[in-house]
């Protein structure tokens, strides 16, 4: 039996990607700027929405650095995050020296929770800290409740950084995400939905927002013949080489989102006959997820005792790939001083949850291995 490893999320080519750094070769564009930069930008711009400006840079974790640093971020100050969601994040704050403060999902997006996410506003706001920043993130792709949470950054006048990494082409009411926030952040790192092989974009509101972001990741160079710098640097462009890579990507971006979804819908059908294990969806049609990752989760007490790890054991031993879903950050041993609002949903997706293989290159051969190791399993 064909035995090689099913991954969660693999790299997908569309096939031009190697034409564009061909290119860059021939013209000597070996450098982290150059025309597929410009050109990478300007299709993220044309597909995520007219008015954005994107600035491509290195990595998502670059993005929401200097995101927060353009949001006034600093030493001592307080920004509000999802607690259930990667670390790349969160650690940001700790750059800059200020302190995250984290709050639980809500059980239908599995973001962030509108009404815990109010009383910390209110008891940060109390004991005298009006926090600087909310970090919400779509997680898996799946938006989070765009309008609460909106609403509220408007109401306390908190801006919202919008960490978009995982949910290029999701949709809340027909509009992309990454243009809900002050700042949208974007990753290409490789096991997104298109990958760059690493890299990351920050999706501002102004052109002169976005010259400042690739101002700051350009070493802060000030308008001289030598080089001269007024204000701290960083080196965070993207080489036009991933950039690339990136523009071959755009050209299959959407073909990607419809093989995810169709992934996803392949888990629907399966789990619908099978009792303890929920699939992982959209709560209303306002919510369109690109489903980068399908997730399950799993209520020992319906599935005759089979837990989320009996079933992670039992998919790696026939070499799928799956893993549990994101440890929240308040769980964090890096994390352990930091203030947390909210109950225990996001702990116990956690405790409960699995990410199962949802790449749009699954083979028809890998598609049927899964469901012979899940057949196996529950059956
Ligand atoms: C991947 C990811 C990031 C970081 O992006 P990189 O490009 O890997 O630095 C940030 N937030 C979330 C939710 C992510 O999944």
């Given at each position: 039996m064909n035995n090689t490893k099913i991954w969660l999320s693999s790299p997908h080519m569309g096939g031009t990607e190697q034409d564009y750094i061909k290119e860059a070769f021939d013209t000597n564009w070996v450098a982290p700027l150059g025309p597929n930069v410009t050109g990478f930008e300007n299709d993220l711009e044309a597909y995520i929405a007219s008015d954005s400006h994107v600035a491509a840079l290195s990595s998502g974790t670059a993005a929401i650095h200097l995101g927060l640093m353009l949001l006034g971020v600093g030493a001592g100050d307080e920004v509000l995050c999802q607690?259930?969601?990667?670390s790349a994040s969160a650690n940001p704050i700790l750059y800059l020296g200020a302190k995250p403060v984290f709050i639980d999902s809500e059980?239908?997006?599995?973001?962030?929770?509108p009404i815990a996410l109010e009383e910390a506003i209110q008891d940060r706001i109390a004991k005298g800290k009006k926090p600087k920043a909310i970090i919400g993130v779509h997680l898996y792709g799946m938006p989070f409740q765009v309008d609460a949470i909106q609403a509220l950054a408007k109401q306390y006048e908190i801006p919202l950084l919008e960490d978009s990494a995982e949910a290029l082409g999701s949709t809340y009411k027909g509009r992309k995400c990454g243009t809900f926030g002050d700042f949208g952040v974007l990753s290409f790192n490789g096991n997104k939905i298109i990958t760059t092989s690493g890299g990351g974009a920050l999706v501002t509101r102004t052109k002169a927002l976005k010259d400042r972001a690739v101002f700051f990741a350009t070493q802060?160079?000030?308008?001289?013949?030598h080089y001269q710098h007024s204000e701290i640097g960083f080196n965070y462009r993207l080489s036009n080489i991933c950039a690339g890579i990136g523009r071959g990507q755009m050209e299959v971006l959407d073909d990607h989102i419809a093989l995810r979804r169709k992934m996803h819908d392949f888990y629907v059908d399966y789990f619908?006959?099978?009792?303890g294990v929920k699939i992982f969806h959209?709560?209303?049609?306002d919510f369109y997820s690109n489903h980068w990752l399908s997730a399950i989760t799993i209520d020992p007490n319906l599935t005759g005792g089979k837990t989320r790890e009996d079933l992670r054991i039992a998919l790696e031993q026939v070499n799928i790939e799956c893993r549990p879903l994101w440890k929240p950050m308040h769980l964090q041993p890096i994390f352990a001083e930091s203030p947390y609002y909210g109950g225990k949903v996001a702990e116990s997706l956690f405790d409960n949850g699995l990410c199962l293989p949802?790449?749009?290159?699954?083979t028809a051969a890998e598609k049927a291995r899964i469901q012979e190791a899940l057949d196996a399993f529950f059956k």
């Amino acid at each position: 039996m064909n035995n090689t490893k099913i991954w969660l999320s693999s790299p997908h080519m569309g096939g031009t990607e190697q034409d564009y750094i061909k290119e860059a070769f021939d013209t000597n564009w070996v450098a982290p700027l150059g025309p597929n930069v410009t050109g990478f930008e300007n299709d993220l711009e044309a597909y995520i929405a007219s008015d954005s400006h994107v600035a491509a840079l290195s990595s998502g974790t670059a993005a929401i650095h200097l995101g927060l640093m353009l949001l006034g971020v600093g030493a001592g100050d307080e920004v509000l995050c999802q607690s259930f969601t990667f670390s790349a994040s969160a650690n940001p704050i700790l750059y800059l020296g200020a302190k995250p403060v984290f709050i639980d999902s809500e059980p239908d997006t599995w973001n962030l929770c509108p009404i815990a996410l109010e009383e910390a506003i209110q008891d940060r706001i109390a004991k005298g800290k009006k926090p600087k920043a909310i970090i919400g993130v779509h997680l898996y792709g799946m938006p989070f409740q765009v309008d609460a949470i909106q609403a509220l950054a408007k109401q306390y006048e908190i801006p919202l950084l919008e960490d978009s990494a995982e949910a290029l082409g999701s949709t809340y009411k027909g509009r992309k995400c990454g243009t809900f926030g002050d700042f949208g952040v974007l990753s290409f790192n490789g096991n997104k939905i298109i990958t760059t092989s690493g890299g990351g974009a920050l999706v501002t509101r102004t052109k002169a927002l976005k010259d400042r972001a690739v101002f700051f990741a350009t070493q802060s160079r000030d308008q001289a013949p030598h080089y001269q710098h007024s204000e701290i640097g960083f080196n965070y462009r993207l080489s036009n080489i991933c950039a690339g890579i990136g523009r071959g990507q755009m050209e299959v971006l959407d073909d990607h989102i419809a093989l995810r979804r169709k992934m996803h819908d392949f888990y629907v059908d399966y789990f619908a006959n099978i009792d303890g294990v929920k699939i992982f969806h959209e709560p209303s049609s306002d919510f369109y997820s690109n489903h980068w990752l399908s997730a399950i989760t799993i209520d020992p007490n319906l599935t005759g005792g089979k837990t989320r790890e009996d079933l992670r054991i039992a998919l790696e031993q026939v070499n799928i790939e799956c893993r549990p879903l994101w440890k929240p950050m308040h769980l964090q041993p890096i994390f352990a001083e930091s203030p947390y609002y909210g109950g225990k949903v996001a702990e116990s997706l956690f405790d409960n949850g699995l990410c199962l293989p949802s790449g749009s290159n699954l083979t028809a051969a890998e598609k049927a291995r899964i469901q012979e190791a899940l057949d196996a399993f529950f059956k």
